[in-house]
Nanobody, 121 residues
Framework: QVQLVESGGGLVQPGGSLRLSCAASGSFFGINAMAWYRQAPGKPRELVARISSGGSTNYADSVKGRFTISRDNAKNTMYLQMNDLKREDTAVYYC???????????????WGQGTQVTVSS
């Protein structure tokens, strides 16, 4: 397993911005697709955004136009720029590596601690 460490969360007012980081150990980083997930209290974990090894991106409808996923393979780091944050974005955010099974992308690394994002006035 590779260690994934999320950071950058915090308390922000509605309409504000945050930038999350996911730092990964090991030399695999450029090979795998990666993703950000989030889990709000009482809700299942959901996919927020995905980025391929080549940089292609996909987003959940709820964050399209507001969030941007990116990666720096030289730094073994993935980012999530979150703009125009809404109260419903409040959750713990996690990153993971992805493997393709048929037509689905599935997280396969152990989960890190995540980073809390709270959007509140």
């Amino acid at each position: 397993q590779v260690q994934l460490v999320e950071s950058g969360g915090g308390l922000v007012q509605p309409g504000g911005s945050l930038r999350l980081s996911c730092a990964a150990s090991g030399s695999f980083f450029g090979i795998n697709a990666m993703a950000w997930y989030r889990q709000a209290p009482g809700k299942p974990r959901e996919l927020v955004a995905r980025i391929s090894s080549g940089g292609s991106t996909n987003y959940a409808d709820s964050v399209k136009g507001r969030f941007t996923i990116s990666r720096d393979n030289a730094k073994n780091t993935m980012y999530l720029q979150m703009n125009d944050l809404k109260r419903e974005d409040t959750a713990v955010y996690y990153c993971n590596r992805l493997i393709q099974l048929g037509s689905s992308w599935v997280p396969f690394n152990s989960w890190g601690q995540g980073t809390q994002v709270t959007v509140s006035s």
